[in-house]
Every structure is written in C-alpha cells, then in structure tokens.
C-alpha cells in the first residue's frame, strides 16, 4: 500500500488536481503589480492612468498603459487594465507586450483572457501569439469584455505569450487587456492513471476497514 499511496501522491503533483486550480503559468496577467518605477512623463495620474516603459514580468516593444480604478471602463478584475496602445517612444513601432513561461513540448495548454477597444468608432485589432497558435482579432467589440479563450500546444521548453497591437506606434488609443491565465491541459492518459490512483485508494480502505 505504500507504494500505491506514493504513486498516489506523485500523480497528483504531477497533474496538480488534486489540489483543485491549476495555476496560471502567467505571472501578474491582471496588471496588478506596476513596480516600483516611476511612471513617465506627466501623464495622467495615480488614480487615473499612467504610462510605464514596463512592468513586472512582462517585457515590451514601447511603453505601456495602466488604468486603474475604473477609468473609462470598469475593470474585468482586480483594480488595473492595460491599454496596449500607450504614447510611444517610437512613433514608428509597434506595440507588442511579451512574457516568457517554462512549457512541455507537445503539451496542450488553454489561454483565456479578457479583451475591450477603447472607442466605439475606431477600429481597433490586435494579434495573440504563443507556442502553435497565431490569431488575429480584427475590429474588436465595443462596450462590454470579450472572453477569448484558446488551446495551443507548446513546440519548445520556453514558449512566449505575445500580444500585438495592430495600429502603428502613432496610435495612442485602443486595444484593452485584463485577466490573462495559462494553465496546462491534463492529457487523457494522465487523468486515467490518476482515477486509477483513487480507485485503488478507495478499494484499500475498503478492505482495511473490513
Ligand atoms: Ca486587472
Ligand atoms: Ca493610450
Ligand atoms: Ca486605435
């Protein structure tokens, strides 16, 4: 039975169900954590939106664009968004924010986040990137959160989330982000070895307590 109890135990690391959530391979995906940096230029105002050449765990091609406490649209959680299209260093960029997580090659994974444009009158488009898959958003919705979700499969050990904003670094409105969660796939095979784990649980307690 000790055997079975460790095998037991090392499925459920493994799959990390047990414990219930998987947990998000993204690090600060709601915006929360803007650093201890200073914001730049005279931009707004702590309560209102700030502009940031980065914030932790994600890097970027230019600045980037917090707004916090609701401001123009209330936040899909927590207190912070990020507004892609941010005012640029460089005028002829693009806007792109990046974030590097460790992956299992042939892995499935499930991205999910939440996405808004600004304006109802701009047409407002984006690209999503990350291990096999490529999408590109055209002419988000106005006026509520759209939940995107996605499954990929990871073609290296290090996989990058990208996301791009499709209007040049001219353009200095737009594409809203909130909420962006990686979490790993149990494959089939390694939740039949679990439930196989738990029926051989159970049939020992069984018999232990006859
Ligand atoms: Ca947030
Ligand atoms: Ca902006
Ligand atoms: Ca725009």
Redesign the pocket.
């Known amino acids: 039975m000790k055997v079975l109890s460790k095998l037991i135990s090392a499925t459920c690391l493994s799959v990390s169900l047990c414990g219930g959530v998987q947990a998000n391979l993204i690090d600060n995906g709601g915006f929360e954590n803007v650093g201890t940096s200073s914001p730049l230029g005279n931009y707004g105002s702590a309560s209102t939106?700030q502009i940031y050449s980065s914030i932790p765990e994600w890097d970027a091609s230019q600045n980037v664009?917090i707004w916090s406490n609701d401001f123009i649209v209330d936040a899909y959680e927590g207190n912070n968004v990020l507004?892609l299209?941010?005012?640029p260093g460089d005028p002829n960029g693009q806007f792109s924010i990046f974030q590097d997580f460790e992956t299992v090659v042939g892995q499935e994974y499930q991205l999910t986040f939440a996405g808004r444009k600004?304006q109802q009158n701009s047409d407002e488009s984006f690209s999503v990137s990350v291990g096999d898959l490529t999408d590109t958003i055209i002419n988000q919705a106005f006026g509520s959160w759209n939940e995107y979700s996605y499954s990929f499969v990871a073609v290296d050990v290090l996989s990058t989330l990208t996301f791009t904003s499709k209007d040049g670094g001219s353009d200095?409105?737009?594409n809203i982000f909130d909420a962006v969660n990686i979490t790993s796939v149990p494959e089939p095979g390694t939740l039949a070895l679990m439930l196989l784990g738990l029926s051989s649980l159970v049939y020992s307690r069984k018999q232990t307590a006859k």
């Open positions: 939106w664009e507004e299209n941010a005012h600004r200095t409105t737009g």
